[in-house]
Antibody
C-alpha cells in the first residue's frame, strides 16, 4: 500500500533552518511528484511547492520561494523540504503529498510539526 | 492565483441527514477540482476528484458535482465518522489553492 512517512517534530529558533523528510513506499517513486503543504495551528491548507521525483523540475509558491528548497532522492525514495530563515509564522504542521501527473494530491504523509520560538 | 471560497464555514447537521457543502473558484478550473476530509490530528484524505470521482475506499454516500467555478459535495446520510473539516482544492493552475474549509458538526 502507498505510504509516505515523514520525519519527526522539530523545534527551531527564529532565523534557523529546518529540513523535513518524506520517505515513500508502495509505489513506483519516479512515476509521481511530491508536493508540500503546510497548516498553521487552527488554520487552512497552504501549498508550498512541488518537486518531481523523475527529473529536476520544481515549482514553489511565491510566498516561500526565496527560502525553500525541495529535493528528491530516487535511491532512498525520499523527498525533502528545507525552509530557511524561520520565523514564528512558519510554525505549522508540514505535510508531504504524492502528486499525480495531473497535480492531484492522492496520498499524504502523517505530518511534521515545526515549531519556531525564541 | 485562483481563490477558492467555501460555504458555509460551519454546517450543523444531524446524523442520518444530508449535508451539502459548496465551493466557488474565482475563475474556471475546468474539472481539476478535489475535495479532502480532515479529522482532528490527522492528515487530509482525498475524497473526490475530477470533480465527481470518488477516491479508492470512499463510501458511496459521498458524491461530488460541478464544473468550471461552482462545485458541490453531498453526503447523503451522515454517519458519525463524517463529522470533520472538508477542504476544496483546485489543481488546474499553479499555485494550487485550497478553500478555507467547512467544519461539519453534529447538530
Amino acid at each position: 500500500q502507498v505510504q509516505l512517512v515523514q520525519s519527526g517534530s522539530e523545534v527551531k529558533k527564529p532565523g534557523a533552518s529546518v529540513k523535513v523528510s518524506c520517505k515513500a513506499s508502495g509505489y513506483t517513486f519516479t512515476s509521481f511528484g511530491v508536493s508540500w503543504v503546510r497548516q498553521a495551528p487552527g488554520q487552512g491548507l497552504e501549498w508550498m511547492g512541488w518537486v518531481s521525483a523523475y527529473n529536476t523540475s520544481r515549482n514553489y509558491a511565491q510566498k516561500v520561494q526565496d527560502r525553500v528548497t525541495m529535493t528528491s532522492d530516487t535511491s532512498t525514495r525520499t523527498a525533502y523540504m528545507e525552509l530557511r530563515n524561520l520565523t514564528s509564522d512558519d510554525t505549522a504542521v508540514y505535510y508531504c503529498a504524492r502528486t499525480t501527473v495531473t497535480t492531484l494530491f492522492d496520498f499524504w504523509g502523517q505530518g511534521t510539526l515545526v515549531s519556531v520560538s525564541s | 492565483e485562483i481563490v477558492m471560497t467555501q460555504s458555509p464555514a460551519t454546517l450543523s447537521v444531524s446524523p442520518g441527514e444530508r449535508a451539502t457543502l459548496s465551493c466557488r473558484a474565482s475563475q474556471s478550473v475546468s474539472n481539476n477540482f478535489a475535495w479532502y476530509q480532515q479529522k482532528p490530528g490527522q492528515a487530509p484524505r482525498l475524497l473526490i476528484y475530477g470533480p465527481s470521482t470518488r477516491a479508492t475506499g470512499v463510501p458511496v454516500r459521498f458524491s461530488g458535482s460541478g464544473s468550471g467555478t461552482e462545485f458541490t459535495l453531498t453526503i447523503s446520510s451522515l454517519q458519525s465518522e463524517d463529522f470533520a473539516v472538508y477542504f476544496c482544492q483546485q489543481y488546474n493552475n499553479w499555485p494550487m489553492t485550497f478553500g478555507q474549509g467547512t467544519r461539519l458538526e453534529i447538530k
